[in-house]
């Protein structure tokens, strides 16, 4: 259980145009969804919060105008990457927390990634 | 702001060894600390979760413990098998935050 499916896998996209990107949670709902990038040989790094129904919150140095996200309903959040340029290919993964409902945290389920080429 | 190190950055030893994975964190106020494996070109397999109230957890040859008061954690891995070669990711969190992790120890083991 607690699966979140990332679309697409991998991306290639000319610089400027607009990528978005889809975690869909398939057998529960994910009230919250983070979004993390990770560069080459770096770690993973939390850019950003979604809520659904409220607007993400951002983590210092991203930009919410250049990151869109949007957590319309409890199973879909997207991150848009507008105007992307060479320097936002990296490999983006969304994680959901598992279910608390009974006051334990059972920690997180990540997607499967999204390699982002801009070239 | 949390800080995690993960120690060594790669590892390579032979098939059959028993081998520790280290990780420590700045801040030890921590609801939770997840040990992930992650392979090349792909996402995240959570390995075991560990509870800021728990002092250790096991699945199968793996067994991770955490000290919270001492900001560490270590990942043993018993009869390391080709398999287990990926990079291992130490994260810590939970509550309303995301994650952090470590940058990770790149493990190759040689058959």
């Known amino acids: 259980g607690a699966v979140v499916s990332q679309h697409p896998s991998w991306v290639i996209c000319k610089s400027g145009t607009s990528v978005k990107i889809e975690c869909r949670s398939l057998d529960f709902q994910a009230t919250t969804m983070f979004w993390y990038r990770q560069f080459p040989k770096q770690s993973l790094m939390l850019m950003a919060t979604?809520?659904?129904?409220?607007?993400?919150?951002?983590e210092q140095g991203v930009e919410k105008d250049k990151f869109l996200i949007n957590h319309a309903s409890l199973t879909l959040s997207t991150l848009t990457v507008t105007s992307a340029h060479p320097e936002d290919s990296s490999f983006y993964i969304c994680?959901?927390?598992?279910?608390?409902?009974?006051?334990?945290?059972?920690?997180?389920?990540f997607g499967s990634g999204t390699r982002l080429t801009v070239v | 702001k949390q800080e995690v190190t993960q120690i060594p950055a790669a590892l390579s030893v032979p098939e059959g060894e028993n081998l520790v994975l280290n990780c420590s964190f700045t801040d030890s106020a921590i609801y939770n600390l997840q040990w992930f494996r992650q392979d090349p070109g792909k996402g995240l397999t959570s390995l075991l979760l560990i509870q800021s109230s728990q002092r250790e957890q096991t699945s199968g040859r793996l067994n991770a413990s955490l000290d919270k008061s001492s900001g560490r954690s270590t990942l043993y891995i018993a009869a390391s098998q080709p398999g287990d070669s990926a990079t291992y990711l130490c994260?810590?969190?939970?509550?309303?935050?995301?994650?952090?992790f470590g940058k990770g120890t790149h493990l190759i083991i040689q058959p």
């Open positions: 994680s959901a927390p598992r279910d608390r409902s009974s006051g334990m945290d059972y920690g997180y389920t």
């Open positions: 979604s809520n659904e129904g409220s607007k993400a919150t951002y």
């Open positions: 994260a810590v969190g939970g509550g309303a935050d995301g994650l952090t």
